[in-house]
């Protein structure tokens, strides 16, 4: 069972373009993170969201918590070709035991100039 | 910043080979993690460790082993290599105790198994 469903799984816009991308699930999670993967690097962290209804900005990039804590989105405005990557969400159900994340598939973004 | 480094990008090994991938955490981090990405599985989880000589299973350990002899090294082991090991791993630390849990990953080590 995919705890954490993300949607699209693939995504392919010109630069100038806004996209949202959305992780969801039947479980609450304490704590929810949002990473960027390049083609043949590791995972980065973007961000990380904790409280239900949270809105974060990081320069064009908007994540949202859901208020139920069950879900989350990512927002890009104005997309540019440095935005592509393979966006990837984590849910954490420990609470603080702070062992393994829940992962999401990811959305693989192609932005074009 | 955080640094996890993996010691191999690039791996090719034949079949029934012991292959050892390394990953070295530098930010004194409890827990450390193994995966293994492939295309539309996404991340799944081999094994983790949250302390020194500590291990556990994750969701799919078959055909694995790890070896945590000190704090900031984890060792993945594959005792005999098989092709269907062919994949990108994943190395990665987490702080532990009441911390976030966020994870930080090395580049990554793509094998082929030939």
């Known amino acids: 069972t995919q705890l954490l469903e993300q949607s699209p799984q693939f995504l392919s816009i010109q630069e100038g373009e806004n996209l949202t991308v959305y992780c969801n699930s039947s479980s609450v999670f304490s704590s929810l993170q949002w990473y960027r993967q390049e083609p043949g690097e590791g995972p980065v962290l973007l961000v990380t969201v904790v409280t239900g209804g949270e809105v974060k900005k990081l320069k064009r990039l908007t994540f949202q918590f859901g208020d139920a804590r069950k879900d989350s989105s990512l927002h890009i405005t104005a997309a540019q070709p440095g935005d592509t990557g393979l966006y990837l969400c984590a849910g954490d159900k420990s609470g603080g035991s702070n062992y393994k994340l829940t992962f999401g598939k990811g959305t693989l973004l192609t932005v074009n100039p | 910043d955080v640094k996890v480094t993996q010691s191999s990008r690039y791996l090719v090994k034949r079949t029934g080979e012991k292959v050892f991938l390394e990953c070295v955490q530098d930010?004194?981090?409890?827990?450390m993690f193994w995966y293994r990405q492939d295309p539309g599985l996404g991340l799944r989880l081999i094994y983790f460790s949250y302390d020194v000589k500590m291990k556990e299973k994750g969701d799919i350990p078959e055909g694995y082993s790890v070896s945590r002899e000190k704090k900031e090294r984890f060792s993945l082991i594959l005792e005999s290599a098989s092709t269907n090991q062919t994949s990108m791993y994943l190395c990665?630390?987490?702080?532990?105790?009441?911390?976030?849990?966020?994870?930080?990953f090395g580049a990554g080590t793509r094998l082929s198994v030939l």
């Open positions: 990665a630390s987490s702080l532990g105790g009441q911390a976030l849990n966020i994870q930080y």
């Open positions: 930010m004194d981090h409890e827990n």
